[in-house]
């Protein structure tokens, strides 16, 4: 059973990505009593599935690592995984909350020693992946997985490969027995960062996701430059694991979009231009990268980075919404059609893979409760909506820099909520 | 009206004013979808997208004397897939309006031929009557080209007679509304909402 000591003085962080991560430790940091409840078995979120920053390119892992490190330091801070938000009631210093805990299957007396894994064959999608490989039956989330233990998969159960990880365990840390378990805690002040999921490339139907093996999202492409992972680090098409030199980006994939989303994500333009670098990262002079775009929106400081990328002769620049996405069957390179509006030039350009920058949409369309939110579904910092607070993505389509500082906002105003509370109790 | 009374002040005026569903054209971002999702694209003069920027340039001439918009086949490709929601597809047919009210319109271009036929058999009993926009249609370039394309078109022509899809009798009068006067009445109201709206305009 999952013991939880917490007060109307508690501050409850929704979500362990980088935005609840943050907001977490900072008001831990402040001697604040925090929980934090993440969905996934492990926390860092999005940000962990991502191979480089930008601007600067440095990897996520370092920073991942240093909160890591914070939260593992912190005595205030409670990190409880597997975890979903489904109820609040209460008000503004005095909340009730119940959480729905998920059964790992796995206890803390998990080394990751790895001997359950290797004992069973049975495969599943590998989420962190996006699909692109699976993982076996007992896993270990990634390789800088916080916390650093195995989940078993809970389709595995029930089955034979599921008893075989059990005995493979040397240190009894498999408990096949493990069951849902439903906990009622009490905050003072909750904090939703929830993030963002990117929007599903298949209902934009002219791009023909669903159809094209050689039609990726930007964040698979991410995934496909993790040295571990679904390919080893190298930049291949699915199709027929043939090297992709001639990548093209298709921007504003389901952003700025009546039809899709209809607000600008604002990290999709960065996020190509830094994909690009990846491109020319493995493959040098034989990079050939087309980047289709309406406008590049790199704002303020990221002008510099988008002028580096302007200078590369490998990296061009087409003004043109694509408008339709074909396949060369004989090659299957996808092949772009359109026409540009600097000339109103009509193309039909063969790639070896195309890149949708898609969108980011809010999960918070999955609520348990109920929030104000704007039109396109990001929680507002309205009164009504008490003290919970939104923090990073779930407020905004935001990059990291802006997001942990939104994260950062909201800790102050959570941690201001829970003072007040003890003020009254004196 | 007189031709050039707008050029020096703003095409895009003229046009959000007088063209139905005109006052979109200023929602354009230029994205290029609708040029490279129109079937036709590839044969027509300007694309929709060079359209709407040739507007903004004030290109008034070279807007309205095109044949681009009579193109146009109402497939709606691209409203459905116009980021902005842009009925474009209306926006042409608006256009190639406009410019056959001013007299504008390329005279030999068939789409516009056919429009004209189609309205005034429409309008002189208020039902189409098919065998007579065929026939008008078959030799709308002229006697000979007239009885190829009739003799070519013949086997389907019988069959729609076998089948009772068509009729002789509709070559002596033909079918038409039950209330001639009426409908005849609603189309002069609807001539005296354009012109007063013209007017207004105008002045």
Same mark, same amino acid.
């Given at each position: 059973?999952?013991?939880?000591?917490?007060?109307n003085e508690?501050?409850?962080?929704?979500?362990?990505?980088?935005?609840?991560?943050?907001?977490?430790?900072?008001?831990?940091?402040?001697?604040k009593?925090?929980?934090?409840?993440?969905?996934?078995?492990? /926390?860092?979120?999005?940000?962990?599935?991502?191979?480089?920053?930008?601007?600067?390119?440095?990897?996520?892992?370092?920073?991942? %690592?240093?909160?890591?490190?914070?939260?593992?330091?912190?005595?205030?801070?409670?990190?409880?995984?597997?975890? %979903?938000?489904?109820?609040?009631?209460?008000?503004a210093g005095?909340?009730?909350?119940?959480?729905? &805990?998920?059964?790992?299957?796995?206890?803390?007396?998990?080394?990751?020693?790895?001997?359950?894994?290797?004992?069973?064959?049975?495969?599943?999608?590998?989420?962190?992946?996006?699909?692109?490989?699976?993982?076996?039956?007992?896993?270990?989330?990634?390789?800088?997985?916080?916390?650093?233990?195995?989940?078993?998969?809970?389709?595995? &159960?029930?089955?034979?490969?599921?008893?075989?990880?059990?005995?493979?365990?040397?240190?009894?840390? &498999?408990?096949?027995?493990?069951? %849902?378990?439903?906990?009622?805690?009490?905050?003072g002040?909750?904090?939703?960062?929830?993030?963002?999921?990117?929007?599903?490339?298949? +209902?934009?139907?002219?791009?023909?996701?669903? #159809?094209?093996?050689? /039609?990726?999202?930007?964040?698979?492409?991410?995934?496909?430059?993790?040295?571990?992972?679904?390919?080893?680090?190298?930049?291949? #098409?699915?199709?027929?694991?043939? %090297?992709? +030199?001639?990548?093209?980006?298709?921007?504003?994939?389901?952003?700025?979009?009546?039809?899709?989303?209809?607000?600008?994500?604002?990290?999709?333009?960065?996020?190509?231009?830094?994909?690009?670098?990846?491109?020319?990262?493995? =493959?040098?002079?034989?990079?050939?990268?087309?980047?289709?775009?309406?406008?590049?929106?790199?704002?303020?400081?990221?002008?510099?980075?988008?002028?580096?990328?302007?200078?590369?002769?490998?990296? +061009? =620049?087409?003004?043109?919404?694509?408008?339709?996405?074909?396949?060369?069957?004989?090659?299957?390179?996808?092949?772009?059609?359109?026409?540009?509006?600097?000339?109103?030039?009509?193309?039909?350009?063969?790639?070896?893979?195309?890149?949708?920058?898609?969108?980011?949409?809010?999960?918070?369309?999955?609520?348990?409760?109920?929030?104000?939110?704007?039109?396109?579904?990001?929680?507002?910092?309205?009164?009504?909506?008490?003290?919970?607070?939104?923090?990073?993505?779930?407020?905004?389509?935001?990059?990291?820099?802006?997001?942990?500082?939104?994260?950062?906002?909201?800790?102050?105003?959570?941690v201001q909520v829970v003072n007040k509370v003890a003020k009254a109790e004196g | 009206?007189?031709?050039?009374?707008?050029?020096? *002040?703003?095409?895009?005026?003229?046009?959000?004013?007088?063209?139905?569903?005109?006052?979109?054209?200023?929602?354009?971002?230029?994205?290029?979808?609708?040029?490279?999702?129109?079937?036709?694209?590839?044969?027509?003069?300007?694309?929709?997208?060079?359209?709407?920027?040739?507007?903004? @340039?004030?290109?008034?001439?070279?807007?309205? *004397?095109?044949?681009?918009?009579?193109?146009? *086949?109402?497939?709606?490709?691209?409203?459905?897939?116009?980021?902005?929601?842009?009925?474009?597809?209306?926006?042409?047919?608006?256009?190639? *309006?406009?410019?056959?009210?001013?007299?504008?319109?390329? @005279?030999?271009?068939?789409?516009?031929?056919? @429009?004209?036929?189609?309205?005034?058999?429409?309008?002189?009993?208020?039902?189409?009557?098919?065998?007579?926009?065929?026939?008008?249609?078959?030799?709308?370039?002229?006697?000979?080209?007239?009885?190829?394309?009739?003799?070519?078109?013949?086997?389907?022509?019988?069959?729609?007679?076998?089948?009772?899809?068509?009729?002789?009798?509709?070559?002596?009068?033909?079918?038409?509304?039950?209330?001639?006067?009426?409908?005849?009445?609603?189309?002069?109201?609807?001539?005296?909402?354009?012109?007063?709206?013209?007017?207004?305009?105008?002045?």
């Open positions: 059973m999952t013991e939880v000591i917490a007060t508690t501050i409850l962080v929704v979500g362990g990505g980088i935005s609840g991560m943050t907001a977490a430790l900072e008001a831990a940091e402040t001697g009593q925090v929980i934090l409840v993440e969905k996934r078995a492990y /926390v860092g979120g999005r940000v962990s599935q991502l191979y480089k920053y930008f601007p600067k390119l440095c990897h996520p892992t370092c920073g991942l %690592e240093i909160n890591q490190r914070r939260a593992k330091q912190n005595p205030n801070l409670r990190i409880i995984t597997m975890a %979903e938000v489904s109820d609040v009631n209460g008000e005095d909340y009730s909350v119940k959480v729905k &805990i998920s059964p790992r299957y796995v206890n803390d007396n998990c080394t990751a020693c790895g001997d359950c894994g290797r004992a069973v064959e049975s495969e599943f999608d590998d989420e962190y992946n996006y699909g692109l490989s699976k993982h076996k039956g007992a896993f270990l989330p990634h390789k800088n997985a916080y916390p650093y233990q195995y989940a078993i998969d809970p389709a595995m &159960i029930g089955t034979d490969d599921a008893t075989k990880a059990k005995e493979a365990c040397k240190v009894d840390a &498999i408990d096949l027995d493990m069951a %849902e378990e439903n906990i009622e805690l009490k905050a002040a909750i904090i939703w960062a929830t993030g963002w999921r990117p929007y599903d490339a298949a +209902k934009i139907q002219p791009y023909g996701y669903d #159809r094209y093996d050689n /039609v990726i999202t930007s964040v698979e492409f991410e995934r496909l430059m993790d040295q571990a992972g679904p390919t080893g680090g190298k930049l291949i #098409r699915p199709s027929d694991g043939k %090297e992709a +030199k001639n990548v093209a980006f298709i921007q504003c994939a389901g952003s700025r979009d009546r039809n899709h989303l209809t607000h600008c994500s604002r990290i999709c333009c960065m996020a190509s231009l830094k994909q690009s670098t990846y491109v020319d990262e493995q =493959f040098g002079d034989d990079a050939d990268v087309s980047i289709y775009y309406i406008d590049i929106r790199a704002i303020d400081r990221f002008e510099d980075f988008y002028k580096k990328v302007q200078a590369n002769d490998n990296v +061009k =620049f087409i003004k043109s919404k694509v408008a339709s996405i074909t396949l060369d069957k004989a090659s299957q390179n996808p092949i772009l059609n359109g026409v540009d509006t600097e000339g109103y030039h009509r193309y039909a350009n063969q790639h070896d893979l195309v890149v949708l920058a898609v969108g980011m949409e809010p999960s918070v369309a999955e609520f348990p409760i109920t929030l104000t939110t704007n039109s396109n579904g990001f929680i507002e910092a309205d009164d009504s909506n008490g003290a919970i607070f939104g923090a990073g993505c779930s407020t905004d389509a935001l990059d990291v820099n802006r997001a942990v500082q939104s994260a950062t906002a909201s800790a102050l105003r959570a | 009206m007189s031709g050039n009374k707008y050029k020096s *002040t703003s095409f895009l005026k003229e046009v959000e004013a007088n063209v139905e569903q005109g006052d979109w054209v200023k929602m354009c971002m230029q994205c290029g979808v609708c040029a490279g999702s129109c079937p036709l694209g590839n044969h027509w003069e300007h694309t929709p997208q060079k359209i709407f920027m040739m507007i903004r @340039a004030g290109k008034r001439d070279e807007v309205l *004397t095109s044949d681009a918009m009579w193109m146009c *086949t109402s497939c709606y490709n691209c409203i459905v897939r116009c980021p902005r929601e842009l009925p474009i597809t209306h926006i042409m047919h608006g256009l190639a *309006t406009y410019s056959k009210r001013l007299g504008l319109a390329p @005279a030999n271009n068939p789409t516009q031929k056919f @429009a004209e036929l189609f309205w005034k058999n429409l309008t002189k009993k208020g039902r189409v009557n098919e065998l007579k926009l065929g026939i008008a249609l078959y030799f709308m370039n002229g006697i000979g080209e007239g009885i190829k394309t009739s003799l070519k078109m013949k086997d389907i022509g019988l069959g729609m007679l076998k089948t009772k899809r068509m009729s002789v009798a509709e070559m002596f009068g033909g079918h038409g509304v039950k209330d001639k006067s009426g409908f005849d009445a609603m189309l002069k109201k609807a001539f005296e909402i354009e012109e007063a709206k013209l007017k207004k305009f105008d002045s």
